[in-house]
């Protein structure tokens, strides 16, 4: 779904910010892409999308893309419904001035159910809470039927129930054969998924979780700084306790 040789990103009028990127995934994989703040987390994303463009190097994407941006950098205070939100996802199916049809309120209903807001279709999208609000931008992509879903941060502030409903669901992508990245800083998690990229103003690493996630791997990633993850690592990891990595 995506292959990526060398790539070299930048912003307009800027320096390169991330390069030495390559990396590629498949059909129905999880990819954790880790950093620290500042890393090129962000940006790798942007570029997958098509915001920004590379400056060295190539890559290839196939499939739809949805996208679940962080929701604290959404405006929050504009009045539109967690349904609206949904629908958003069908722009690009009809012309532009086509308002949705009962055909694309049916879908977008059936993706809230799907991701277990049914009864929130009518509450401000700003009202909800952050894991109704990743949900509800989940329903979005289910909209789009992505086949490459890119998650930035999506757990950031969620609580423990609300992180392990939008782990199952992020399975449950993947288990449909939809591709999944998702930056996040805790490591203990990416554990969990097929793939991990780790970047630091270029990409420091990419493999599978037990090659990537070492000690050595992970002190490049973050500069050293302190790194906790849990206990039943594999050999070469630092144990403590705590399952994320902050720097
Ligand atoms: N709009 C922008 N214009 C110019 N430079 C930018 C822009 N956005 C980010 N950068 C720069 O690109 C680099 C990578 O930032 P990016 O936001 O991709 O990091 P990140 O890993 O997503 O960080 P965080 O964990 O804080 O979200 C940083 O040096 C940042 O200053």
């Given at each position: 779904?995506?292959?990526?040789?060398?790539?070299?990103?930048g912003?307009?009028?800027?320096?390169?910010?991330?390069?030495?990127?390559?990396f590629?995934?498949?059909?129905?994989?999880?990819?954790?892409?880790?950093?620290?703040?500042?890393?090129?987390?962000?940006?790798?994303?942007?570029?997958?999308?098509?915001?920004?463009?590379?400056?060295?190097?190539?890559?290839?994407?196939?499939?739809?893309?949805?996208?679940?941006?962080?929701?604290?950098?959404?405006?929050?205070?504009?009045?539109?419904?967690?349904?609206?939100?949904?629908?958003?996802?069908?722009?690009?199916?009809?012309?532009?001035?086509?308002?949705?049809?009962?055909?694309?309120?049916?879908?977008?209903?059936?993706?809230?159910?799907?991701?277990?807001?049914?009864?929130?279709?009518?509450?401000?999208?700003?009202?909800?809470?952050?894991g109704?609000?990743?949900?509800?931008?989940?329903?979005?992509?289910?909209?789009?039927?992505?086949?490459?879903?890119?998650?930035?941060?999506?757990?950031?502030?969620?609580?423990?129930?609300?992180?392990?409903?939008?782990?199952?669901?992020?399975?449950?992508?993947?288990?449909?054969?939809?591709?999944?990245l998702?930056?996040?800083?805790?490591?203990?998690?990416?554990?969990?998924?097929?793939?991990?990229?780790?970047?630091?103003?270029?990409?420091?690493?990419?493999?599978?979780?037990?090659?990537?996630?070492?000690?050595?791997?992970?002190?490049?990633?973050?500069?050293?700084?302190?790194?906790?993850?849990?206990?039943?690592?594999?050999?070469?990891?630092?144990q403590?306790?705590?399952?994320?990595?902050?720097?």
């Amino acid at each position: 779904m995506i292959d990526a040789r060398g790539l070299a990103i930048g912003y307009r009028g800027g320096p390169t910010v991330l390069t030495d990127v390559t990396f590629s995934v498949m059909p129905g994989e999880r990819v954790g892409v880790l950093g620290p703040n500042g890393g090129g987390k962000t940006t790798l994303m942007r570029a997958l999308l098509g915001e920004l463009e590379s400056r060295a190097g190539t890559f290839t994407i196939e499939g739809r893309q949805g996208t679940v941006p962080q929701t604290e950098r959404s405006r929050l205070d504009y009045p539109v419904s967690a349904l609206d939100v949904v629908l958003m996802g069908a722009l690009g199916r009809g012309p532009w001035w086509r308002r949705p049809g009962r055909a694309e309120r049916a879908l977008a209903q059936a993706a809230l159910e799907r991701v277990g807001l049914e009864d929130r279709a009518r509450e401000t999208f700003g009202e909800l809470s952050g894991g109704q609000r990743q949900r509800v931008l989940v329903a979005r992509a289910l909209m789009q039927d992505a086949d490459i879903v890119l998650f930035d941060e999506p757990f950031t502030g969620l609580d423990t129930p609300s992180a392990a409903r939008l782990t199952a669901l992020i399975d449950a992508l993947a288990a449909e054969g939809r591709s999944v990245l998702v930056s996040t800083h805790d490591v203990g998690q990416a554990r969990a998924w097929d793939h991990v990229l780790c970047l630091n103003g270029r990409m420091i690493e990419f493999g599978p979780p037990e090659h990537v996630l070492t000690e050595t791997v992970l002190a490049e990633t973050y500069e050293h700084a302190v790194i906790r993850i849990p206990d039943g690592w594999p050999r070469g990891v630092t144990q403590s306790a705590g399952a994320s990595a902050r720097a």
